[in-house]
């Protein structure tokens, strides 16, 4: 099918129709674009979540974070019960639990989510709505950690979160001996699951207290001082320019007398003028150098992870280049390039609009990605053997032929043109020979691969 | 089987629940083995607990469910209950088959309360004498596992009559109806919605009906259940 697509562009490639229809599609891959720091910003933008019990004060918290910094006209006051009712949104054709706030400090912008469930958060982060750079644990004081405390760490652990600020609340209902206790057990548990326990910033106070507007040390003050935290503790995500180069291809066009431009945003590292590189994607893998780099059709010698540019390459004909395929700093390719993939995928439940029945192992279909498909084959890992409808679970992924795929890169899966489910890429596997058909693949032992 | 209620995902990953779950499972399964034995030309029961029975039954040290749930509701300050529960018993040759999906990541241990989304028991028997050999054991421990693996996937069943006194369990398989919103009756057999276990598709291999893969492994199905975590349940007939 992509075949036939393609040549039904060339006639389309140079009209002035195309030159637009490319820039409007720029303009909207920039808008999807997570935000980063760095040029053309303000202020850093990250993303926090709340885990923790909800008769902790969860939300109470949410609530008055934002109830204090509207004061300051940093955010815009989210009562309670607005963020309680846990709004149900579709992302991606997913429906998952999640309320979302946002509020500003003087370094920072700040995206606030908050999910009633382990299954939400999990579906949060397949679909991509939003990430969790940091995370805010919440543990009353009156009750210190509780049994499930675990399970909240876990999950931080689960969707990559790193860095984890604790806000022990209720700190009015208890002496001072009790809230040491439960700093103790909290840093203790926290280096339990691998996280810094001695490190992480444990702020004492009381949402209610300051959502009612209380002036002393653990009313609005502790919010001020969590939020400083936050601040000081959690890292913007950085984009990484030391790295070999990867600059995902999303479009492409022919300029007459010079070559193959290929156009997308570079996802990491620094692309410089007259280097060496590889075109890798769709089983193709052709070396070839930089000839000249634009940004906004002015030309560059170099250019950064997070930039939107066109590549102009050396000797490949455009019939060759497709969308999907990506451009490499050469000499990486055998790292990134393969067939095979470990992947999280979420299946639509019947009620989203997935299937009805369940799959079982060797489930092929046509996988979508950014602007490209392809066939793919999912595979179960022992023991399961097969996922439900509305259940999440990791997978092998196998496709048709070898593709480059980043770490978090987002899919879908369809069938008949519906999507069926949603996933995000984990890690590379080792790669496979491909006979003509997917469904005859010798695969190796799940359990060997995935250690 | 049995299906216990929480408020949280959390707290139903935590091992705490976990063991509480696993004690009220077993103390059924106990009190199950305690009833009157099989009589006269049964051979098999099925014996259906709603939540007020279950939360009287006694577990070791004679404590009742309803304390062993309190306690744990006090340790995870969520609500938990006991739905209901089911209990079967069998004399050979028929076999009893149990099944939850999803499975836990170690596989499934023995001994060890299984516990996922769905649950299903299924009661089979072989039909025809040459299956069950000794050596074909392990084939017809198999087939009771793909049995149970059907009706995992899809929503409501026609059951077969549930009562709460043993009887005996009629040999004939039911009949193709469809129930409720299925107007559909060109295709029954491989209508997405069927809802007689017999006419659906085979999970492992879907040209046939499980009425099919049945017959020709010499198999017969007399009974089932299956539970599918928070479903809607119709009002109690059982006492």
């Known amino acids: 099918m992509w075949v036939t697509a393609t040549r039904i562009f060339v006639g389309f490639r140079s009209s002035p129709l195309r030159k637009f229809l490319v820039g409007q599609r720029q303009n909207n891959l920039l808008a999807n674009l997570k935000y980063y720091s760095g040029s053309g910003s303000s202020k850093e933008h990250v993303n926090v979540g709340t885990i923790g019990h909800v008769d902790h004060g969860k939300t109470t918290l949410t609530a008055a974070i934002t109830k204090v910094l509207s004061k300051y006209d940093q955010a815009k006051f989210t009562s309670f019960d607005e963020i309680d009712r846990a709004p149900e949104e579709k992302s991606r054709g997913i429906t998952i639990n999640i309320a979302h706030v946002g509020y500003e400090t003087e370094k920072r912008h700040y995206a606030h989510t908050d999910c009633p469930g382990h299954a939400d958060f999990i579906k949060n982060m397949i679909s991509g709505t939003s990430q969790m750079d940091g995370a805010i644990l919440v543990v009353a004081a009156t009750d210190g950690q509780m049994p499930q405390t675990v399970e909240h760490i876990l999950l931080a652990k689960q969707v990559g979160v790193e860095h984890v600020v604790v806000f022990v609340n209720k700190a009015d209902a208890v002496s001072s001996d009790v809230l040491e206790l439960v700093e103790l057990e909290i840093r203790e548990l926290l280096e339990d699951f691998g996280f810094n326990g001695s490190e992480a910033p444990v702020v004492f106070g009381s949402a209610l207290l300051a959502l009612n507007g209380d002036q002393s040390e653990i009313g609005e003050a502790s919010i001020m001082r969590l939020v400083k935290a936050l601040d000081d503790y959690i890292p913007v995500p950085t984009r990484d320019v030391q790295s070999p180069y990867l600059l995902p291809i999303d479009n492409m066009l022919s300029v007459p007398g010079r070559g193959t431009v290929v156009i997308g945003t570079i996802k990491r590292g620094t692309i410089k003028k007259n280097s060496e590189c590889e075109l890798l994607g769709f089983d193709v893998k052709a070396k070839t150098t930089v000839r000249d780099i634009q940004i906004f059709k002015k030309s560059v010698p170099s250019a950064q992870a997070g930039e939107n540019v066109g590549v102009l390459i050396r000797g490949v004909n455009i019939e060759v280049v497709q969308r999907g395929m990506m451009l490499s700093e050469a000499g990486i390719g055998g790292d990134i390039f393969g067939n095979r993939y470990e992947a999280k995928i979420y299946f639509l439940s019947k009620l989203e609009g997935g299937r009805h029945k369940p799959i079982m192992t060797k489930y092929i279909q046509q996988l979508y990605s950014r602007t490209w498909c392809i066939p793919c084959r999912v595979d179960l890992l022992p023991p399961q053997s097969l996922i439900m409808p509305g259940e999440h679970a990791t997978v092998h992924l196998t496709f048709l032929r070898k593709m480059v795929m980043t770490m978090g890169q987002p899919f879908t899966i369809r069938e008949n043109q519906a999507t069926v489910a949603t996933g995000i890429v984990l890690k590379p596997l080792k790669s496979v020979e491909i006979p003509r058909d997917l469904g005859r693949v010798k695969l190796p032992d799940p359990a060997v691969q995935s250690s | ?239």
Not at chain 2, 101 to 128: C, W
Request: aromatic fraction near 8%; charged fraction near 25%; include cysteine.
């Open chain 2, 1 to 239: 089987m049995v299906e216990t209620n929480c408020e949280t995902d959390f707290v139903s990953r935590n091992k705490k629940f976990h063991s509480l779950v696993q004690r009220v499972t077993q103390g059924c399964f106990h009190f199950s083995g305690e009833q009157s034995g099989l009589t006269g030309n049964t051979v098999v029961y099925k014996v259906p607990l709603a939540a007020d029975q279950l939360a009287n039954l006694p577990l070791a040290e004679s404590r009742p469910v309803k304390d062993e749930t309190a306690l744990s509701i006090g340790e995870l300050g969520e609500n938990i209950q006991n739905r209901r529960a089911v209990y079967f018993r069998a004399v050979a040759p028929v076999q009893l088959a149990g099944y939850t999906h999803p499975l836990p990541e170690g596989g499934v241990k023995k001994d060890v309360v299984q516990s996922g989304r769905y649950g299903v028991i299924v009661a089979y028997k072989p039909t025809s004498a040459s299956i069950s050999s000794d050596k074909s054991a392990g084939r017809l421990e198999d087939i009771g596992r793909q049995l149970c693996m059907n009706p995992t996937e899809i929503g409501t069943f026609k059951k077969v009559e549930q009562t709460t006194e043993p009887e005996i369990i009629t040999k004939e398989p039911d009949p193709p109806a469809l129930e409720s919103d299925n107007v559909e009756a060109a295709q029954p057999y491989y209508n997405d919605d069927e809802t007689t276990l017999l006419n659906q598709e085979f999970l492992l291999d879907p040209d046939m009906t499980v009425g099919e893969y049945l017959f020709n492994n010499g198999v017969e199905v007399l009974d089932f259940s299956r539970f599918e975590c928070g479903e809607k349940i119709e009002s109690t007939q059982h006492g």
